[in-house]
């Protein structure tokens, strides 16, 4: 992380600055972060300037840690002018990231702060790698009465061939491949552009890799669809139904990879897919695989970022 100095040339702050920062340079845009406008604005710079330099005469967290989410892995990076002690760290760890400049004024105090939490921020050799996805199995290690809530049916706008499906979970880290409504059954007809996707409070992988509140979907919106091979296409939503229905809680573990569960309606026509192919949740037993994909790392607003997140 840089130290910026805000002052001129000659300041005798200038010699443990990284830069002196006099007001305006080719490679920084400067933006006001006092309202929605300053967010949108900032959001709307990502990718296309070298820095952004965010200010803010009352600093909130949820905006710069909205930027620092959005600038991850684009080019851009972040600097925060920072005025005030009491706002270094919140700042300099935003998302466990931070900020990759903090902009200060001539303040002995401040910068002797400011020095101490660059040299806890680790250097690009100790950073935690990349995080990644893969789909495996899990064994189901209880199937409980999830009680009565609202159920998502998503609707796209294109059929699922025989493997295809969602990836749905209570947590971002572990999500099931919730088969497509294909396989047919002496109860109902198919309808191969559904996936009966679980309860409104759950997780999905979208297109663009982000994830996304099952209660958050809207038509038009591009989901991620999965094959049994765990490779990605994309489809979009033509529409939702959200109905009141009964629900099972299911739990499933990799001694590897972590433990998860899925909130699925309690009906035969939502599957799952076992070591043996798709099997209706009415049918599956403790000890059974499905599949799931697996992340490490953590998100915010969707986004994955490097980071630890423990949900459950």
């Known amino acids: 992380m840089q130290l910026w100095l805000e002052a001129d040339a000659g300041s005798s702050f200038s010699a443990a600055a990284d830069r002196v920062w006099a007001g305006s340079a080719a490679d920084v845009a400067v933006v006001e972060l006092d309202d929605v406008h300053g967010q949108s604005e900032a959001l709307s710079l990502v990718g296309l300037v070298d820095w952004i330099l965010v200010r803010c005469s009352d600093w909130t967290m949820i905006p710069l840690e909205n930027i620092v989410a959005a600038a991850n892995g684009s080019g851009t990076r972040i600097a925060a002018a920072i005025s005030s002690q009491v706002d270094l760290r919140g700042a300099a760890h935003a998302l466990q ?28 050799d100790e950073a935690p790698s990349k995080s ?51 396989i047919p059954s002496e109860f109902v007809p198919t309808r191969p552009f559904r996936i009966n996707a679980g309860a409104v409070h759950a997780y999905c992988l ?37 109905e009141r229905r009964p629900f ?48 490490s790392g953590m998100r915010h607003i969707g986004r994955e970022l490097e980071g630890e997140m423990n949900e459950r």
Request: hydrophobic share 45%; with cysteine; glycine share 10%.
């Open 248 to 295: 099972l809680l299911i739990r499933f573990s990799n001694k590897v990879s972590g433990s998860g569960q899925v909130i699925l309606q309690q009906a035969e026509t939502v599957r799952l897919v076992g070591e043996a192919g798709d099997v209706s949740v009415t049918e599956l037993s403790v000890g059974e695989q499905i599949m799931i994909r697996f992340s």
């Open 132 to 182: 990644e996805s893969t789909l495996l199995f899990a064994q189901i290690t209880s199937i409980e009465s999830g009680g009565v809530g609202e159920r998502v049916c998503v609707d796209l706008i294109e059929r699922l061939e025989e493997g295809e499906g969602m990836l749905i979970g209570s947590s971002a880290n572990a999500l099931a491949l919730i088969h497509g409504e294909t």
């Open 206 to 242: 979208m297109a663009d890799g982000s994830t996304c509140y099952l209660s958050e979907l809207a038509a038009g919106d591009e989901v991620a669809i999965s094959d049994v091979a765990g490779s990605l296409r994309s489809a979009s939503i033509g529409r939702l139904k959200i």
């Open 97 to 124: 990231h931070g900020v990759d400049a903090l902009l200060l004024p001539e303040d002995e105090a401040l910068w002797v702060e400011a020095s101490s939490i660059a040299g806890e921020r680790k250097s690009p």
